[in-house]
């Protein structure tokens, strides 16, 4: 890290740090109720979803303590009651932390208190408070700020649970870049003449020993004939685009789309698929004239490719 950077990072950090003080000595934000009062039909579900059987919630009247955050759960729609509040300070400490480029967030744990049950028909309300910002830190997902909040649910003002609740705000470290490898080629008996070949840069066509016709994609037998004894012939590397792609999508392991695949007939008379290097659609037409090229990667695959003959 340089000077420069070393100085822009502080200053990042020290902006982060005084907004979550402003933050903290707000205190605790105003009281947020629940959509409704603790009732039967949603202990029922919790009970049903979690496969808790207990029988003494439903006959006791009371709530299963875990289900405190249930009661005070924020409304999908804005304005709702239930929703946040304007002076919610976790939502301000995520803002704050958003534009210093800490973008993503994920939990790491959560320590709940609880003072007594919760009885059918109680209306509950919470409270957050920020407790504390500490970073950066560095992690496994990336450079981040660890903020910590207090929740505290009241039933009037009785305090009956408590909540500390921590998450990782963090910036994602930069994509790899894709891995620019060609799949590797399947290699049978009567493929590797083939690629013996093109590592050689030498493109090789496969000729009947018995008639002499000439074939591609290689078999083990002869389609004129029906001779299984082979041999091939080096191509001049010319032909004539005979058909033609311009590939956008799907994304292929070592390509950049988008790109023009074609399929050649040789001058010799068979046809043979390639890509058309360094050129576009306006390139390319049925009948444009090309010469042979190769392409390698980084694992050593060459592959048969064409150029627009000058």
Avoid at 226 to 253: I, L
Wanted: aromatic letters at 6%; charged letters at 25%; glycine letters at 10%.
């Amino acid at each position: 890290m340089s000077v420069d950077e070393a100085t822009d990072a502080t200053a990042v950090a020290d902006r982060i740090r005084e907004g979550a003080r402003r933050i903290a000595e707000a205190g605790e934000s105003a009281r947020r109720a629940g959509r409704d009062p603790v009732n039967l039909p949603m202990i029922r579900s919790w009970q049903e979803a979690l496969g808790d059987e207990d029988p003494r919630y439903e006959a006791e009247g009371v709530a299963p303590p875990a289900m405190i955050q249930v009661w005070t759960m924020a409304g999908l729609v804005r304005g709702e009651k239930g929703g946040r509040s304007a002076d919610d300070p976790l939502g301000a400490t995520m803002r704050l932390l958003d534009e210093a480029g800490y973008t993503s967030v994920v939990a790491t744990n959560c320590t709940q208190t609880y003072h007594r049950y919760l009885r059918v028909g109680e209306e509950v309300a919470v409270s957050t408070r920020l407790e504390g910002v500490v970073g950066p830190k560095r992690t496994a997902l990336g450079e981040g700020w660890f903020v910590t909040t207090r929740n505290v649910w009241y039933v009037g003002d009785e305090p009956v649970a408590e909540m500390l609740f921590r998450v990782l705000k963090f910036r994602p470290p930069e994509p790899a870049p894709p891995r620019q490898t060609v799949v590797p080629p399947v290699v049978s008996r009567d493929t590797a003449f083939f690629w013996d070949g093109a590592r050689e840069r030498e493109l090789r066509i496969q000729r009947c020993a018995a008639c002499g016709a000439l074939r591609h994609p290689p078999g083990p037998l002869c389609t004129a004939c029906g001779s299984d004894e082979r041999g091939w012939v080096v191509a001049a590397g010319t032909g004539a685009v005979h058909s033609y792609v311009v590939h956008h999508h799907p994304p292929v392991p070592g390509r950049t789309p988008p790109y023009v695949v074609a399929l050649v007939e040789l001058t010799e008379g068979v046809r043979m698929l390639g890509e058309v290097l360094d050129a576009s659609s306006g390139d390319v037409s049925v009948g444009t004239q090309v010469v042979l090229d190769w392409t390698e990667d980084g694992a050593g695959v060459v592959l048969p490719a064409w150029r627009v003959a000058p």
